[in-house]
Nanobody, 121 residues
Framework: VQLQASGGGLVQAGGSLRLSCVAS????????MGWYRQALGKQRELVAS???????SYADSLKARFTISRDTAKSTVDLQINSLEPEDTAVYYC????????????????WGRGTQVTVSS
């Protein structure tokens, strides 16, 4: 599975961005897809995730401004970010998880290369 993220850029505080990620390769067994972010000097953190069935999960501090969506047929996952703050500046990574199959497959986690989001004050 390969993941290609796009949509990052430089935006002023208060603005909005929509990040997109497309998965390619053997995508049929992907369950969760999500977005993580890593600011300079900080650990990577979960922003949001969404299951194949559409169940979503958000970091508590971000759920008011971030919306994750998914098109399973197109193997895409998007992240809408509103009311951007300078603290949102980070590299945003797309993530996909293939669950294990007992006795057959250990499961796998895939990462895209990330897209830079920079928010100016």
């Amino acid at each position: 599975v390969q993941l290609q993220a796009s949509g990052g850029g430089l935006v002023q505080a208060g603005g909005s961005l929509r990040l997109s990620c497309v998965a390619s390769g053997y995508v049929y067994n992907i369950n969760y897809m999500g977005w993580y972010r890593q600011a300079l000097g900080k650990q990577r953190e979960l922003v949001a995730s969404i299951s194949r069935g559409g169940n979503t999960s958000y970091a508590d501090s971000l759920k008011a401004r971030f919306t994750i969506s998914r098109d399973t047929a197109k193997s895409t996952v998007d992240l809408q970010i509103n009311s951007l703050e300078p603290e949102d500046t980070a590299v945003y990574y797309c993530n996909a998880e293939v669950p294990p199959i007992l006795g057959v497959y250990a499961g796998a986690t895939y990462w895209g290369r990330g897209t830079q989001v920079t928010v100016s004050s």
